[in-house]
């Protein structure tokens, strides 16, 4: 059965940070091209970052970019999302997902607010 079990999200200050993690099971992690994304109250789900297979290309979406820093570690099949300067429209659910979507977990809830 193929997991992907988001963590590391809670309620942080603006400007704050926080590093999400997701641990996959029941695929080949190491061989799948991985993703971001987010859906906000009341928004449309909003890619953020994709990592190569190595982890040695990634790419972000402008909204992101230079904030937020997409990494995994293939020995023990775990995506994460360093987020840095947090800021009151981050609130969002987190999800890791599978380049191609055909996998996606529960999401975990980050919400910044003071």
């Known amino acids: 059965e193929v997991q992907l079990a988001e963590s590391g999200g809670g309620l942080v200050q603006p400007g704050g940070s926080l590093r999400l993690a997701c641990a996959a099971s029941?695929?080949?992690?190491?061989?799948?091209?991985m993703k971001w994304v987010r859906q906000g109250p009341g928004k449309e789900v909003e890619w953020l970052a994709r990592i190569s297979t190595f982890g040695s290309t990634t790419v972000y979406a402008d909204s992101v970019k230079g904030r937020f820093t997409i990494s995994r570690d293939n020995t023990k099949n775990t995506l994460y999302l360093q987020m840095n300067s947090l800021k009151p429209e981050d609130t969002a659910m987190y999800y890791c997902?599978?380049?191609?979507?055909?996998?996606r977990g529960q999401g975990t809830q980050v919400t910044i607010s003071s």
């Open positions: 997902s599978t380049a191609d979507g055909s996998y």
């Open positions: 029941g695929f080949t992690f190491s061989t799948s091209v």
